[in-house]
């Protein structure tokens, strides 16, 4: 493992998709750069900042008192917050809005807030006059470490999470941890289930890290800029080689089939945070794994008793209503697993574990085995 950051420190991790390539600016107050960098990456660009209004309290202000000091004409666009926004209806009230804004195919769109505001607008950028570059300045640990790198965008059908959207990379990504302090204790841990996932999924040394360093991260400083700089450089790293999820991206949902079955269950509310979902998801897959043998029940506890050590749920029983339909229902679940991205012909595939830090993706496993080891869970 490198050293941790300085506090101080501005870290750049680089995304290398050749002539698409883009920066992810990491370190505390870079926001007040975002008016420059723009003005550099897009001289006389018009801008529209898409938020929300949780977060446009805090951060809309600051972010175009930026915008005006580089001479950047901006408009702002206010939804409301959580996954309500990323339907149908939300789409249809941003991209009017940017139409109305006058935004044109050389201006650029600022993705203002959380992995919500981040997928919404950005899915509104992909397709507004056939595709506007856009800008992520992501407001919530989640989204800097994850969802704001990538590309990824969409929304969520009343079937499933993100069944539609498009691959439409962003053009530069500011994460300003200074942003991390307004954050609830709750959505701050949701977000960290994202940071333990790399650990997991592909690097054994940063998960140690974590396990021995966690409380320090979590009260901010050099600690939570080294762990927010190295997922991101693992995202990065991996997003190069498979930008579209051809490949090896796919270890990037280690969590998420489970997870994203758990969120259309609580119907995408708060009872669930995505990062909530993506922990007790990724227990789940690490026991599932120790189920068909490719890991040992101590590594699947290992995982288990690191997420549960930081506060984030870690079993079915954890969930708020456990007991309402869709989440004590081994069918219903299976059901919706069967509209995860990764099915192909109908067939399951998952992301589990051959070790802490080493993750492999595993086609057509049997449906059974799956309904029948969720059913052991449920009885747990």
Partial sequence: MTAPLKASDTTVVNVALD????????????????????AALRPGARTAIVTDKTVARHWLEPTEA???????????????????SKTYAGLEKVSEALIAARIERNDLVIALGGGVVGDLAGFAAAILRRGVDFVQV?????????????????????????????FHQPVLVIADTAVLDTLSPRQFRAGYAEVAKYGVLGDEAFFAWLESNHSEAFKGGAAREHAIATSCRAKAAIVARDERENGDRALLNLGHTFGHALEAATGFSDRLFHGEGVAIGMVLAAEFSASLG??????????????????????????????????ADA??????????????????????????????????????????????????
């Fill in 331 to 380: 069918d219903a679940l299976m059901t919706l697993m069967a509209q995860d991205k990764k099915v192909r012909r109908g067939k399951l595939t998952f992301i589990l574990l051959e070790a802490v830090g080493r993750a492999a993706i595993v086609k057509d496993v049997d449906p059974k085995r799956v309904r029948d080891f969720l059913q052991s869970k449920l009885k747990a």
């Fill in 19 to 38: 002539d698409r390539a883009y920066d992810i600016v990491i370190g505390r107050d870079v926001l007040t750069s975002l008016g420059t960098r723009i």
């Fill in 138 to 166: 992501p407001t919530s640990l989640l989204a800097q470490v994850d969802s704001s790198v990538g590309g990824k965008t969409g929304i969520n059908s009343p079937q499933g999470k993100n069944l539609l959207g498009a």
């Fill in 66 to 84: 930026s915008l005006a000091t580089a001479g950047i004409a901006t408009a702002r666009i206010i939804v409301d917050e959580g996954e309500g």
């Fill in 294 to 327: 490719m890991i040992s029940q101590g590594e699947a506890a290992r995982v288990a008793r690191h997420l549960a050590e930081v506060g984030l749920p870690t079993k079915l029983q954890d969930i708020a209503g456990f007991a309402q339909e869709g989440l």
